[in-house]
């Protein structure tokens, strides 16, 4: 299962941050704020997308101003580790603070700043055709490495950035000059991902690894079905790099073979969930690769991909509430199974994968799918569990009432997509900004999809 080769990676190498002492809107955060019940539930989207975006912001890495892999609020870390840049992280992070530009968080100059401070980091930083590794060294742009072989460009990671400098291009596109400016540099940056290097010699199917040490020996092509679309699509987007219709339907599809019939608890499924035998795959695979790539009304020959990410949360949803392992605390306000941390190291956790862990990115960054299944988890989560699972830069990353475990950690890939995705459930901001861009729809009209977007 190619998911798990990323947990196992996750398991052997973890970081933690310090706070960003950049001038913002806030004081430094020092504590999680006092919580107040009986909001109504905009209200409580607010507090949790306000707090959630926080971590891009007070929680940044003070050098690049970019998303920290981890941050851990009971101060324990690996020796040494406290400026990891995540590239993942840090393209949910410029997201997110789009977001909270837009929502006044910070002010307009504020958020410009951060964002150049960002695109001038990734723009010096370590790059191998054009891809990004997949962590960074936050004082000196430098591959941190994510394995012993790992230590070149990852072309999912990097995808994860360039839907958002494609946002961020949209958003600043007929501002002022220094806007403009901005927009012009999430461009340059985008159009220098070389997409078509990582085919591996021209193969119908893009690899996810390249090393100028090791070459291919990563040996990853990069089938679905898995968080991995967003690749493909920005692949085929891209007016520099593009690859040809026949690496998505041959490589990402597998000549066919993604499609298939299944349901779980009633829930229908056409994709193949490679690795969970009829079952489906935990539930960031329902949110990376949409954060822009709105999925309402996206269709191609293989799904529907509005209903496909619906039914695998209710899937998920309905699993959690019929508890047939007997985990405490699980039931219709407190479910939601995804890749986090574990009582068992990091898990990819799904109803093949079920430890009585609760993720709270999962429930939360499906609320567009589940609004009323994911307004009952949060409001749960903090009027009931509070200070457990509550913290300075939004719910922490996991818990389990079964082992009473609720450390207070943070990941910034699952803090990421609650900011986007609560704003895309309250807007449609990034969702609207990504599908409006032209690269995009000629990218999707070549890949064959279908979606209302591309009639605009």
Not at 266 to 272: R, Y
Not at 443 to 452: D, T, V
Request: glycine content about 10%.
């Amino acid at each position: 299962m190619k998911y798990t080769f990323r947990i196992l990676l996750v398991i052997l190498i973890t970081s933690g941050y310090q706070c960003s002492t950049e001038a913002q809107t806030f004081e430094q955060i020092q504590s999680a704020p006092a919580i107040k019940k009986g909001l109504s539930d905009d209200a409580l989207l607010d507090v949790v997308q306000k707090q959630t975006f926080q971590y891009f912001w007070d929680g940044a890495e003070p050098n690049s101003g970019a998303g920290r892999e981890r941050y851990h609020a009971d101060n324990i870390y690996p020796e040494n580790d406290k400026s990891t840049v995540a590239t993942g992280a840090t393209g949910f992070g410029l997201m997110a603070i789009l977001s909270g530009i837009d929502r006044g968080y910070v002010t307009k100059q504020q958020g410009l700043d951060r964002l150049n401070k960002i695109l001038s980091f990734l723009e010096k930083a370590d790059r191998f055709h054009g891809a990004w590794p997949h962590w960074i060294h936050g004082e000196t742009g430098k591959v941190r490495p994510f394995g012993k072989k790992d230590n070149g460009g990852d072309l999912v990671e990097t995808s994860f950035v360039a839907q958002a400098l494609i946002c961020i291009k949209e958003y600043y596109k007929n501002g002022t000059e220094a806007e403009k400016s901005l927009s012009n540099k999430a461009d340059e940056l985008f159009k220098g991902i070389d997409f078509s290097w990582y085919r591996n010699g021209g193969k119908n199917v893009l690899y996810w690894h390249w090393s100028p040490d090791y070459a291919w020996e990563m040996n990853f092509p990069v089938k679905g079905y898995n968080e991995c679309l967003i690749m493909y699509v920005m692949a085929a987007s891209s007016p520099t790099h593009t690859i040809p219709a026949e690496v998505y339907h041959e490589g990402w599809a597998r000549n066919g073979d993604i499609k298939t019939n299944f349901k779980v608890y009633g829930h229908p499924f056409t994709l193949d969930y490679q690795g969970q035998k009829n079952s489906v795959g935990p539930l960031f695979w329902a949110h990376y690769s949409y954060l822009g790539l709105n999925p309402k009304g996206l269709k191609d020959r293989y799904a529907d991909y509005w209903e496909n990410n619906k039914n695998h949360t209710l899937a998920i949803h309905d699993y959690c509430v019929a508890n047939p392992k007997g985990f405490k605390g699980y039931g219709t306000n407190n479910w939601g199974l995804t890749a986090s941390y574990s009582v068992k190291g990091y898990a990819a956790h799904n109803p093949q994968e079920d430890f009585g862990v609760i993720s709270p990115t999962a429930a939360i960054s499906s609320i567009p799918y589940t609004p009323k299944e994911s307004i009952k988890v949060i409001r749960h989560l903090y009027e009931d569990l509070g200070d457990k699972v509550w913290g300075k830069y939004g719910f922490y990353d996991a818990f389990s009432e079964t082992d009473n475990w609720y450390p207070k950690r943070y990941l910034g890939i699952d803090q990421g997509p609650m900011v986007v995705m609560i704003e895309n459930y309250r807007s449609g901001l990034l969702w609207k900004l990504f599908m409006q861009n032209q690269e995009v729809k000629n990218g999707l009209k070549k890949l064959g999809f279908e979606s209302p977007a591309l009639n605009k």
